[in-house]
């Protein structure tokens, strides 16, 4: 997005954070987390448990509110946004995907389009069936769109939670660990199917993620936190390094080159009984 004046251009990020901290009691969830990201970019965000990842993306949400600094969405403080604007422009996929319950693909898919719609349900000059329908066939769902959710798989619930984000045609895609309970499989087709997303449509992704592997080939920048703080912020490749991630995660790893990209791949030495390696 940019705002032009005159002759001049001036780029508008996506989203930034000032100075953000969350405090809970005397206990800082997040301190000074200051972040910029560029529309059409993809984040990593990484660290051990308990850095404040989750914490991070309930404030970038707008779901929960800084004790201290802000959170703008291309300009505007989100906090200025109603609940429904702010739907229409972020998008939040959680680890659990969707719950098992007795409503068909077709008509969970469908709720994406809530934000969009008035206090009728219905929308002007949008044949929902169609956004509908091609969703369904790109993510390979269309035989299963009048299948309850509680007769699929995992992997194909979090293909159907997808599926519904992707219908609400979000400008921002906020990610929990998305691929936490997905077989190898699940998980790289996940992350195609992501991928190929952000390349059409330029749709801006921001996911925590653990899997440092599938990080490193997927995001194209990391924000790294440590007990609530940025450890370090900048490209993937130059940030997954063995001193960084011996630093943050308290291991020795081996470091490789993916033998197609290049980027990095991360093996684990395992320890010896006496601690030694």
């Known amino acids: 997005m940019t705002e032009q004046s005159g002759s001049q251009k001036t780029r508008i990020s996506a989203l930034e954070a000032t100075g953000l901290t969350r405090a809970f009691g005397e206990f800082h969830a997040l301190e000074n987390i200051s ?20 914490t991070l ?10 004790t201290s600094g802000s959170v703008h969405i291309y300009g505007k403080k989100v906090g200025s946004y109603s ?5 229409r422009i972020i998008a939040v996929l959680q680890q659990e995907g969707l719950p098992p319950v007795g409503y068909t693909v077709r008509e969970v898919v469908e709720m994406g389009r ?45 293909r159907v939670a997808l599926a519904k984000v992707m219908v609400q045609e979000p400008q921002i895609l906020l990610l929990d660990e998305p691929t936490t309970y997905l077989d190898l499989r699940y998980q790289l087709e996940f992350m195609e199917l992501l991928a190929e997303w952000r390349q059409e449509m330029g ?27 940025v450890e370090g912020v900048g490209a993937s490749a130059e940030l997954l390094t063995k001193e960084r991630i011996h630093r ?18 991360l093996l684990l030495r395992r320890s010896t009984r006496d601690g030694s390696r």
């Not at 993306?57 to 800084?66: A, M």
């Not at 009728?120 to 769109?145: F, P, Q």
């Not at 993620?209 to 995001?219: E, G, I, R, S, V």
């Open 35 to 54: 972040w910029s990201v560029d529309e059409g970019s993809w984040w990593g965000i990484i660290g051990p448990n308990g850095s404040g990842k989750s």
């Open 57 to 66: 993306l309930h404030l970038l949400s707008g779901v929960d509110q800084p």
């Open 83 to 87: 609940r429904k604007e702010l739907s």
């Open 114 to 158: 809530f934000p969009h719609q008035d206090w009728l349900g219905r929308e002007k000059g949008v044949d929902v069936d169609l956004i509908t329908d091609r969703v369904l066939e790109r993510l390979g769902l269309i035989s299963l769109a009048d299948r309850a959710l509680d007769r699929l798989s995992g992997g194909q619930r979090q």
């Open 203 to 229: 749709v801006t992704i921001i996911a925590v993620l653990h899997d440092l592997n599938l990080t490193a080939q997927f995001c194209d920048n990391l924000l790294v936190l440590k007990d609530g703080k």
């Open 248 to 265: 943050v995660y308290g291991v020795e790893p081996v470091m490789l080159p993916h033998p197609d990209s290049g980027v990095p791949q």
